[in-house]
């Protein structure tokens, strides 16, 4: 008899990204990563889950973002 799970919802940290230089000239690679973080143009934000495959997307376009704490 397998055990069910608890329902409470665990809050996982977030974070907000926002778009603050342009991708234009940029490494194809991290114009790539912007996109998944799903951000299209300048001032465009995103609210994102801090999961480690998310922070080191960060990390590889920091130069182009602006990263709070959500």
């Given at each position: 008899?397998?055990?069910?799970?608890?329902?409470?919802?665990?809050?996982?940290?977030?974070?907000?990204?926002?778009?603050?230089?342009?991708?234009?000239?940029?490494?194809?690679?991290?114009q790539?990563?912007?996109?998944?973080?799903?951000?299209?143009?300048?001032?465009?934000?995103?609210?994102?889950?801090?999961?480690?495959?998310?922070n080191?997307?960060?990390?590889?376009?920091?130069?182009?973002?602006?990263?709070?704490?959500a």
């Open positions: 008899m397998a055990t069910a799970k608890s329902s409470k919802a665990t809050t996982a940290p977030q974070v907000k990204v926002t778009l603050i230089k342009s991708m234009a000239g940029q490494l194809k690679s991290h790539a990563t912007v996109r998944g973080l799903g951000l299209r143009r300048i001032r465009d934000s995103a609210l994102l889950v801090a999961t480690p495959e998310v080191g997307m960060l990390r590889s376009a920091h130069h182009l973002l602006k990263v709070e704490n």
